[in-house]
T-cell receptor
């Protein structure tokens, strides 16, 4: 069974810092990997989707990479802002069973 | 373009009752997935529908069921509610199963 792990569980940084969030998964047979953010009491907002054949995706200050063979993905946030404070989740779509597996998330706090 | 909408946003039920939640996907999206989010278990996949057919189902008891209509709107039903069913239920839509998912704001269900 696919297991998705996110480290660290929580992160607090001063505004302006660049930071990296990590996601690892146990089975490399995936269709895609997606990063989301979730604000307190709200649903999920999709940030970046990386297909299994891709190595990275970029959107604004965000860059996500995927190393399928090692079962790892990173989300890089440049020049962090207080508005980036949220919980960040990664999810993989399992190739074998077409099911979605989520990590437990990294709670990010960017201090002004 | 309107996003994914879920109704109702909040719901309070008592044990043993049943509940129906509704999800309207983004116009043109034919794939709808449902997730349950709880503090203890995190985000868990319930089921996915595409073109009125259930493609995948997560590891939930038969009390959890769903369906999709010809206009791609989806409903999920939970019968014989238990206290542990209290959660945020999220719906996500995408053009097709392997495309980026867009999430609704969720329905907060409280079972007393």
């Amino acid at each position: 069974k696919q297991e998705v792990t996110q480290i660290p569980a929580a992160l607090s940084v001063p505004e302006g810092e660049n930071l990296v969030l990590n996601c690892s998964f146990t089975d490399s047979a995936i269709y895609n990997l997606q990063w989301f953010r979730q604000d307190p009491g709200k649903g999920l907002t999709s940030l970046l989707l990386i297909q299994s054949s891709q190595r990275e995706q970029t959107s604004g200050r965000l860059n996500a990479s995927l190393d399928k063979s090692s079962g790892r993905s990173t989300l890089y946030i440049a020049a962090s802002q207080p508005g980036d404070s949220a919980t960040y989740l990664c999810a993989v779509e399992d190739y074998n069973f077409n099911k979605f597996y989520f990590g437990s998330g990294t709670k990010l706090n960017v201090k002004p | 373009k309107a996003g994914v909408t879920q109704t109702p946003r909040y719901l309070i039920k008592t044990r043993g009752q049943q509940v129906t939640l509704s999800c309207s996907p983004i116009s043109g999206h034919r794939s709808v997935s449902w997730y349950q989010q709880t503090p203890g278990q995190g985000l868990q996949f319930l089921f996915e529908y595409f073109s009125e057919t259930q493609r995948n189902k997560g590891n939930f008891p038969g009390r959890f069921s769903g369906r999709q209509f010809s206009n791609s709107r989806s409903e999920m039903n939970v019968s014989t509610l238990e206290l542990g069913d209290s959660a945020l239920y999220l719906c996500a839509s995408s053009l097709s199963p392997q495309d980026t998912q867009y999430f609704g704001p969720g329905t907060r269900l409280t079972v007393l």
